[in-house]
């Protein structure tokens, strides 16, 4: 029984298959539709986690600005914005919006 040999003339064969090709592609793409909403989803929380420390940490400047003035801040918070000895680089925007933080008059609390 003798094999059946190809001939090959001293070459090897150069480059992949449109086969290999496409499998790659393939499991590019399965772990792109995997990873990409995991990122997507992390970088939403993680922006909802530094809104509510900013919230948490403008309410306790507030609260320390009366103990310490007498007077509540004003509503659109531009003068405990402006002071230094609470926020040395200005009072932070909304992560989430964009938006500034404003405190209801009320409460005496930033609005949500």
Known sequence: MTKHV??????RRKGFSLLELLAVVTILGV???VVIPRVSTSKKGAQEQA???????INGAIERWYFEKGTWPKADLSDIGADP???PDGLPKNPVTGASYTMDTTTHRVKK
Not at 6 to 11: A, W
């Open 31 to 33: 772990i792109a539709a």
């Open 6 to 11: 190809r001939p090959t003339n001293g070459r």
């Open 85 to 87: 000895n609470y926020f």
């Open 51 to 57: 809104n509510n420390q900013n919230i948490s940490e």
